[in-house]
């Protein structure tokens, strides 16, 4: 029913940027809430942003000044700009759909800065 797909991680120092992008298809119409969430090994899966069809958006302390998530108007496509990346931002980064209370996950894409 959902289809998510994420693009645009990689290897970058500290200090750069990366901009994730997830490609969403299926029943876009009917999602409330995309957004972005990451987790790191050993770690547990954390929210980093979101966005409701509202424009609403929220982000996780961490990422608060650093990060913006935007995504078009047909919500087909949401992104995430990485700005000011720190080696703690290394982690598996999922994008999210939320149709009502179900949760659809893509499949991940992997950020890792170094130090």
């Known amino acids: 029913q959902v289809q998510l797909v994420e693009s645009g991680g990689g290897l970058v120092q500290a200090g750069g940027s990366l901009r994730l992008s997830c490609a969403a298809s299926?029943?876009?119409?009917?999602?409330?809430?995309m957004g972005w969430y990451r987790q790191s090994p050993g770690g547990e899966r954390e929210l980093v942003a979101t966005?409701?069809?509202?424009?609403?958006?929220r982000y996780a302390d961490a990422v608060k000044g650093r990060f913006t998530i935007s995504r078009d108007k047909a919500m087909s496509r949401v992104y995430l700009q990485m700005n000011s990346l720190k080696p703690e931002d290394t982690a598996l980064y999922y994008c999210?759909?939320?149709?009502?209370?179900?949760?659809?996950w893509g499949q991940g894409t992997q950020v890792t800065v170094s130090s």
């Open positions: 999210n759909a939320k149709i009502s209370d179900v949760n659809y």
């Open positions: 966005l409701t069809t509202n424009a609403n958006t």
């Open positions: 299926g029943r876009i119409r009917s999602f409330t809430t």
